[in-house]
T-cell receptor, first 113, second 114 residues
């Protein structure tokens, strides 16, 4: 089974801190994604990457950046955390050449105080 | 603009009953329609999916019904069990550039009472 591992289950950070969320997948998937999940709003795409060093903005990229230096690792960066970035963050991966759906990680619940 | 509309937002069903969740989409270029199941504290997991060349797909107690002309699809959970209590997301995807990017519905919280 494909595994998508997010490094932290829970994080508490202070306003203004730089925050790194890490995601690693072990099945050689080309595509990786970052979503945030908020009650009543569903899953909203922040950024995605279809190749190493490539990135594309999703629906809500403001306040975030990403890094993909290796195929298996995709990092989400909050340059200066704010309280409105308190959320559940989900990483996902998929193959690019077939449309077979995503594999999600278990999520990181980030609280910004 | 919400491209995939999901309803209801929440659903309560008695054990043994049928749970039905509906989704409607707008873009006829979508060509893959998955459903994801998410338990508390976990990420969503792919449950079942359908492509527009068939009208129904069944896997155990879970069935997707697909109506291409109406641009609607639904998830039916037969003989619902308390262990089915979870949040369900529908999605629709199409090829965008070099990747398939899904658009998700906002989710349905299902509670199955014993």
């Amino acid at each position: 089974d494909v595994k998508v591992t997010q490094s932290s289950r829970y994080l508490v950070k202070r306003t203004g801190e730089k925050v790194f969320l890490e995601c690693v997948q072990d099945m050689d998937h080309e595509n990786m994604f970052w979503y945030r999940q908020d009650p009543g709003l569903g899953l909203r795409l922040i950024y995605f990457s279809y190749d190493v060093k490539m990135k594309e903005k999703g629906d809500i990229p403001e306040g975030y950046s990403v890094s993909r230096e290796k195929k298996e690792r995709f990092s989400l960066i909050l340059e200066s955390a704010s309280t409105n970035q308190t959320s559940m963050y989900l990483c996902a991966s998929s193959l690019s050449r077939v449309n077979y759906g995503y594999t999600f990680g278990s999520g990181t619940r980030l609280t910004v105080v | 603009q919400q491209q995939v509309k999901q309803s209801p937002q929440s659903l309560i069903v008695q054990k043994g009953g049928i749970s039905i969740i509906n989704c409607a989409y707008e873009n006829t270029a979508f060509d893959y329609f998955p459903w994801y199941q998410q338990f508390p504290g976990k990420g969503p997991a792919l449950l079942i999916a359908i492509r527009p060349d068939v009208s129904e797909k069944k896997e155990g107690r879970f069935t997707i019904s697909f109506n291409k002309s109406a641009k609607q699809f639904s998830l039916h959970i037969m003989d619902s069990q308390p262990g089915d209590s979870a949040t369900y997301f529908c999605a629709a995807s199409m090829r965008t550039g070099g990747s398939y990017i899904p658009t998700f519905g906002r989710g349905t919280s299902l509670i199955v009472h014993p």
